[in-house]
């Protein structure tokens, strides 16, 4: 199952990136995660059912510095990644 996941509030400057990274790999969870230049936060994941409903549960809360105020999911075709990282902008 793949999820393209937006997540709004306070989620850049606080580690939600690398969080996200660290969760996604426990859960042997693939995709990539970026800010977005709007605050923020973007991700697509792909995982097994109850490893990514953890993921998405994981993300409606963040690491500990952030505030989640709302999470865009949609179904979304897999990319084919073999891991999961941060995406940097140019």
């Known amino acids: 199952m793949t ?6 509030g306070k989620v850049q400057g606080v580690f939600y990136r690398a969080s996200a990274v660290e969760m996604a790999i ?3 969870i693939t995709g990539r995660v970026k800010n977005l230049r ?3 936060v973007w991700m697509i994941a792909t995982g097994k ?6 993921f998405i549960e994981w993300n409606h809360i963040g690491p500990p510095r ?25």
């Open 66 to 90: 952030a505030r989640v105020d709302n999470l865009e999911i949609r179904e979304a075709d897999d990319p084919g990644y073999g891991d999961f990282s941060i995406e940097r902008h140019n």
């Open 38 to 40: 709007d605050g923020r």
């Open 49 to 54: 059912e109850p490893e990514m409903k953890r």
């Open 3 to 8: 999820r393209e996941i937006i997540v709004s």
């Open 26 to 28: 426990s859960l042997n």
